[in-house]
């Protein structure tokens, strides 16, 4: 059951498409919940028992008790434990009380949102927001999975992805032209390892400006497109926020004559900096402006493209104009002083204080459902309305055809459009658990088609970890190995042990009916794809505190090794299972486990898969690419 309240005057973010009535709230008490309205802030005091989830991507665990989180989407490549904002803003939570009892809610707000879950005081949670306009949804049901399945009903049916984009993608920060991406497919044929997809980084454009591509370096673009397409590889371009600032430049010229930018108070279009130096950015909040702009993706579609991620989407910000400018006073004040340590780190703030800056964000202005409004104040909406424009323009565009397409941010309502990525992780072991900790929570907002960089994309990855990461991302919908420039090479033909590679890549064309069928359920029962196990065995307290084994589709679970070194783990069976020890999709040992700890080996080349009582695991024959698959081509049927 959901019941909605609404506080102040909240601005519709687009993220809710069910119609509810608002109820007048009692008091001061919504189910659970205290709203305290002179404190803009809304409490819930945990039970010690209590388990909280939700927030789609962030930081640490699946059960988010014991930290701030902070909506508020940000550029930030640096994934550590310590931050409290990433690309994406989710405001969904679950609470579970230990006692059996559980309810939810979803703050729908389009700007800055704290959720303290225990971080000030260890019992407390509270949200907070600046602007206290929001509406906010209450849904009570018997279990978390059933929240789940309330606030999806809330919140519209989950972005479809076409079935190739089930299968492998290679990238990386660096391919510069047609022959490098023909290297890739050739190294990959080569070896005999299936590959579905490569990408396009931003080096394929004409000086980073987006909808164009570089004849020089991809002359006859088309036939290059058809060429790959022949080998069953789609090439997927990127697209980022920014406009670059260009005479003559068609996207620039028509969104300076209909008035698309972001304007500041002034009526001048903002400057900012990003990749293709000065842009402007066109305001996606503004329906005109989204429709053209989505319309731009067919020069794409129509040279054959099929797919596209979006990217710089916060958006992030390296530099603008005036603040530059700002810095630049600054510093002619400073420059001849003597400056003491204080000073000295003042001068050093300040110039760390040019990209992505705060007060930039409050800077520029949007038209939002006709009226003027501070993007401070509705920033979270961003890289969701990029990517509504995008999807919007497909359904329009390209009827007879599904687009591949995915975000780095996001908010709720965007999974209707597209999925995501989780953006710049580290070749770290630890962001291999990270990855596996925010697939659940992800999938818990509505958001199936997702995956991180395999391997890492910051720093230099190892063979190892690379195998280890595999090991896991076969199991996720979107499957993408990518890296960033100047990080060791990282496809997987840089490395010796190829012939596990292939038998990696080979076991996840085994998997994909399985894997599309089960994410397919999840879109259409407003299900989960990846769920904890505490989902499903809630009366296990043991199974409760588990974060680094899932449950995938309703038949299996997985145990990743994500620790180097490590010739397998510990594992906990929450009831009986049978172990299946995959070193390919053929050649794979089976084992009983009863309920409880166990100690099992894993070699680096062996993933371990668990199917459930009375479940069963049905693969298929591999084949060198998705297009190519017989799905009904059975390889093996593992049973328990
Ligand atoms: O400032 O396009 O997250 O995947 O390779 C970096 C270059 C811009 C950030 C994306 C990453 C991509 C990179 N982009």
Redesign the pocket.
């Known amino acids: 059951m959901i019941k909605k309240y609404v506080f102040g005057k909240p601005m519709d973010t687009g993220a809710v498409v069910a119609k509810v009535k608002a109820t007048v709230p009692e008091g001061s008490k919504i189910g659970e919940l205290t709203v305290d309205e002179k404190n803009k802030t809304i409490t819930y005091i945990m039970p010690p028992k209590a388990r909280i989830y939700g927030l789609g991507e962030t930081v640490r665990g699946i059960n988010k008790r014991g930290w701030l989180y902070i909506s508020n989407n940000t550029?930030n490549?640096h994934h550590e434990e310590g931050k409290h904002s990433l690309y994406a803003s989710q405001n969904f939570i679950i609470v579970d009380n230990g006692d059996g009892k559980c309810f939810g809610f979803y703050f729908d707000h389009p700007g800055e949102v704290r959720f303290d879950i225990g971080f000030t005081k260890s019992d407390v949670f509270a949200v907070s927001a600046e602007d206290f306009d929001f509406s906010l949804y209450y849904i009570e049901e018997d279990s978390p999975l059933e929240i789940v399945k309330s606030f999806r009903g809330l919140v519209g049916k989950s972005y479809e992805a076409p079935l190739w984009a089930y299968g492998y993608g290679q990238?990386?920060?660096g391919y510069k032209n047609a022959s490098d991406i023909r290297e890739v497919r050739d190294s990959y044929k080569k070896l005999g390892i299936p590959l579905d997809m490569i990408y396009m980084?931003?080096d394929y454009m004409q000086d980073f400006k987006d909808f164009t591509v570089n004849p020089e370096r991809f002359p006859d673009f088309e036939a290059f497109v058809r060429d790959m397409k022949a080998d069953g590889i789609r090439l997927i371009p990127?697209i980022?926020a920014g406009v670059k600032i260009e005479k003559g430049y068609d996207v620039y010229e028509e969104g300076i004559k209909n008035d698309f930018f972001c304007k500041k108070e002034d009526g001048t279009p903002l400057v900012a900096a990003?990749?293709p130096g000065k842009v402007h950015f066109p305001d996606f909040l503004n329906p005109a402006a989204a429709k053209w702009f989505g319309d731009k993706y067919k020069v794409l579609t129509d040279m054959g493209i099929e797919g596209f991620?979006n990217?710089?989407n916060e958006p992030?910000i390296?530099y603008t104009e005036d603040h530059l400018k700002e810095v630049f006073g600054e510093l002619e004040n400073i420059k001849d002083k003597e400056l003491d340590i204080w000073g000295f780190f003042g001068f050093k703030g300040l110039i760390d204080s040019i990209n992505n800056n705060p007060e930039d964000y409050r800077r520029f202005f949007h038209e939002f459902n006709g009226v003027k409004v501070r993007h401070d104040k509705v920033h979270n909406l961003y890289g969701f309305y990029m990517t509504k424009a995008a999807g919007e323009a497909f359904e329009r565009n390209n009827k007879d055809k599904k687009i591949l397409l995915f975000s780095?941010s996001s908010f709720m309502g965007m999974h209707r459009y597209g999925g995501v990525?989780t953006?710049?992780n580290m070749s770290w072991w630890s962001h291999l658990l990270l990855n596996i900790k925010q697939m659940p929570s992800l999938n818990m907002t509505g958001f199936i088609y997702s995956g991180a960089?395999t391997g890492g994309?910051g720093s230099d990855t190892t063979e190892d970890l690379m195998m280890r990461w595999l090991g896991f991302s076969i199991f996720t919908p979107l499957f993408r190995n990518?890296?960033?420039?100047g990080t060791r090479d990282q496809e997987l033909y840089r490395f010796e042990r190829s012939n596990d590679f292939k038998n990696i890549i080979e076991l996840r064309y085994a998997l994909i009916p399985y894997i599309y069928v089960e994410c397919t359920k999840a879109i259409n029962e407003n299900g989960m794809y990846f769920k904890p196990l505490s989902f499903e065995y809630r009366d296990d307290e043991r199974a409760g505190e588990i974060e680094d084994q899932l449950l995938v589709g309703a038949h299996l679970m997985i145990a990743p090794v994500y620790e180097q070194n490590k010739t397998g783990r510990y594992v906990y069976l929450p009831e009986d299972m049978k172990l299946v020890r995959f070193r390919s999709y053929k050649d794979f040992d089976t084992e009983v486990l009863t309920k409880g700890d166990h100690y099992v080996k894993a070699e680096l080349n062996e993933i371990l898969v668990f199917i459930r009582k009375g479940h069963k695991l049905t693969l298929t024959e591999p084949a060198a690419c998705t297009d190519r698959l017989d799905m009904d081509r059975c390889a093996a049927t593992i049973e328990f």
């Open positions: 550029d490549p990238s990386r920060w980084d931003i990127i980022d990003v990749w991620w990217d710089m992030a390296f780095r990525w953006g710049d960089d994309f990518h890296s960033a420039l």
